[in-house]
Nanobody
Framework: QVQLVESGGGLVQAGGSLRLSCAAS????????MGWYRQAPGKQRELVAT???????YYGDSVKGRFTISRDNAKNTVYLQMNSLKPEDTAVYIC????????????WGQGTQVTVSP
């Protein structure tokens, strides 16, 4: 069982930056994919970014060019660098991990709140 704990959320003004961290209780080397989703009030959960063990990265259209996902296998941690933040980025950001190449994510964190003020 792998536990994921997010940190780094907070309140920031539009145009600012935040870096989220997702620390895993076990090795992330066994995880084929790790990613970030976000959930805003009244909206569907949205895939923000993913990174695979082969180095492939995916970004949602709304964050391309502004957000960067990275993983540090030695620290069992995944990061999400968020730049040029907009009020519409306000959401709970949730880390996830998947053992398989395809399919649903197996492990989820509790989430960290990001609030972007105008």
């Amino acid at each position: 069982q792998v536990q994921l704990v997010e940190s780094g959320g907070g309140l920031v003004q539009a145009g600012g930056s935040l870096r989220l961290s997702c620390a895993a209780s076990g090795s992330i080397l066994s995880m084929n994919a790790m990613g970030w989703y976000r959930q805003a009030p009244g909206k569907q959960r949205e895939l923000v970014a993913t990174t695979t063990s082969s180095g492939t990265m995916y970004y949602g259209d709304s964050v391309k060019g502004r957000f960067t996902i990275s993983r540090d296998n030695a620290k069992n941690t995944v990061y999400l660098q968020m730049n040029s933040l907009k009020p519409e980025d306000t959401a709970v950001y949730i880390c996830c991990a998947r053992r398989g190449i395809f399919g649903n994510y197996d492990y989820w964190g509790q989430g960290t709140q990001v609030t972007v003020s105008p």
